[in-house]
């Protein structure tokens, strides 16, 4: 017996020197001290040995049993550290090399000039909704005083998606008769609404067939055209600056009475003409007037009650105008290499 554990011991002595894997250590618990390895093996035998000899023999399969544990285990912890520092030294980093650059995005300026117009407005106590970009027909024209048929609508070049009922509404002006209707006629509105339309246009420097308004409405008692003014040239000093001037000139829509065009001063030369403002002095940012009869009736309003002016800014406008772009199609490109430009910057 005691021989057989001094072979045990010199066949572990060179097991473990030629031990090299993860693999060999799990061979090796398997060999020697595993549920069948042969050291487990020589303590299972211990009934059939003399009793004058198990207690040495005993003795000395603990000895060799402890220091087969403590050999392997030693050499799994050598494997493991090798293992690691060949990890290490692969993924080391080469801190003297120069990093990479990460481009830092920066807030789209269409989407700031609808935010500033937003925070201003609800500031003032007006709502921010929402409407379809896929519109009735009904909502888009019919409500707003152009029944089917009628030439004014051939100016708004329209998307129809499905016959004549269903298009891409070709103004954010649809959210009105939406707003009035669900308000049900009986409560005061105060809303804008900035969102997307798509008319037919040929995409040039000035056109694009998809664009953003920025849309209001306000109904209550008394409102009259003053109000709007008073309104929108608040509005116009906030985000255009203190000294901005507005002016407004006659024009016609279908859904308002009286119209107008909302102009104001040039931020740029301040009324003095540059290539901005055409050398007139001022710049127009959209239309806007009050609320016609028969929209306020339509949409469930009594007009001899209730009165309200509405307005629709051209939002690329205003940002163009804001920011000195001079292509609308700006906007829509995905280049970065062109949009980089006018990236916003943190000055606000
Ligand atoms: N919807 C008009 C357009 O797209 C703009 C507009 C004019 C909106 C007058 C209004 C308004 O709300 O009252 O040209």
Same mark, same amino acid.
């Given at each position: 017996?005691?021989?057989?554990?001094?072979?045990?011991?010199?066949?572990?002595?060179?097991?473990?020197?030629?031990?090299?894997?993860?693999?060999?250590?799990?061979?090796?618990?398997?060999?020697?001290?595993?549920?069948?390895?042969?050291?487990?093996?020589?303590?299972?035998?211990?009934?059939?040995?003399?009793?004058?000899?198990?207690? %040495?023999?005993?003795?000395?399969?603990?000895?060799?049993?402890?220091?087969?544990?403590?050999?392997?285990?030693?050499?799994?912890?050598?494997?493991?550290?090798?293992?690691?520092?060949?990890?290490?030294?692969?993924?080391?980093?080469?801190?003297?090399?120069?990093?990479?650059? $990460?481009?830092?995005?920066?807030?789209?300026?269409?989407?700031?000039?609808?935010?500033?117009?937003?925070?201003?407005? /609800?500031?003032?106590?007006?709502?921010?909704?929402?409407?379809?970009?896929?519109?009735?027909?009904?909502?888009?024209?019919?409500?707003?005083?152009?029944?089917?048929? !009628?030439?004014?609508?051939?100016?708004?070049?329209?998307?129809?998606?499905?016959?004549?009922?269903?298009?891409?509404?070709?103004?954010?002006?649809?959210? %009105?008769?939406?707003?009035?209707?669900?308000?049900?006629?009986?409560?005061?509105?105060?809303?804008?609404?900035?969102?997307?339309?798509?008319?037919?246009?040929?995409?040039?420097?000035? !056109?694009? !067939?998809?664009?953003?308004?920025?849309?209001?409405?306000?109904?209550?008692?008394?409102?009259?055209?003053?109000?709007?003014?008073?309104?929108?040239?608040?509005?116009?000093?906030?985000?255009?600056?203190?000294?901005?001037?507005?002016?407004?000139?006659?024009?016609?829509? %279908?859904?308002?009475?009286?119209?107008?065009? /909302?102009?104001?001063?040039?931020?740029?030369?301040?009324?003095?003409?540059?290539? $901005?403002?055409?050398?007139?002095?001022? $710049?127009?940012?959209?239309?806007?007037?009050?609320? !016609?009869?028969?929209?306020?009736?339509?949409?469930?309003?009594?007009?001899?009650?209730?009165?309200?002016?509405?307005?629709?800014?051209?939002?690329?406008?205003?940002?163009?105008?804001?920011?000195?772009?001079?292509?609308?199609?700006?906007?829509?490109?995905?280049?970065?290499?062109?949009?980089?430009?006018?990236?916003?910057?943190?000055?606000?």
């Amino acid at each position: 017996m005691k021989e057989k554990i001094e072979e045990i011991k010199k066949s572990l002595e060179s097991d473990i020197k030629n031990a090299n894997t993860l693999q060999d250590i799990v061979d090796l618990k398997a060999k020697y001290i595993g549920k069948s390895g042969c050291i487990t093996e020589l303590t299972k035998n211990m009934k059939d040995i003399p009793e004058e000899e198990r207690k %040495q023999v005993g003795s000395l399969a603990n000895v060799i049993k402890n220091e087969a544990n403590e050999l392997i285990s030693n050499k799994e912890n050598e494997i493991n550290t090798i293992i690691i520092n060949e990890k290490l030294a692969k993924e080391a980093v080469d801190i003297s090399l120069p990093a990479t650059e $990460i481009p830092i995005g920066s807030p789209n300026i269409l989407e700031k000039v609808i935010e500033d117009f937003e925070e201003v407005f /609800m500031s003032m106590g007006y709502d921010v909704v929402d409407g379809p970009e896929l519109e009735e027909d009904r909502f888009n024209f019919e409500l707003l005083g152009l029944p089917k048929g !009628h030439p004014a609508r051939d100016a708004q070049d329209t998307f129809y998606v499905k016959g004549d009922e269903l298009l891409l509404r070709s103004h954010t002006s649809p959210v %009105q008769a939406r707003t009035m209707l669900a308000k049900g006629g009986n409560e005061p509105v105060r809303v804008i609404c900035p969102g997307k339309a798509y008319r037919r246009d040929d995409d040039d420097a000035t !056109h694009s !067939h998809n664009f953003t308004q920025i849309e209001g409405l306000i109904v209550d008692k008394n409102i009259k055209l003053s109000d709007l003014k008073g309104t929108v040239t608040v509005i116009c000093k906030k985000l255009f600056g203190n000294d901005t001037i507005t002016r407004f000139r006659p024009s016609y829509y %279908q859904f308002t009475e009286p119209s107008v065009e /909302m102009d104001i001063s040039c931020f740029s030369c301040k009324g003095k003409g540059c290539n $901005i403002c055409k050398n007139t002095g001022w $710049i127009t940012i959209g239309g806007a007037g009050v609320v !016609h009869y028969d929209v306020l009736k339509g949409c469930g309003y009594d007009p001899e009650k209730w009165s309200g002016f509405a307005f629709g800014f051209g939002a690329e406008r205003c940002a163009m105008l804001k920011y000195g772009i001079s292509d609308i199609r700006t906007f829509y490109n995905t280049d970065l290499r062109e949009t980089k430009p006018f990236d916003r910057k943190e000055e606000d």
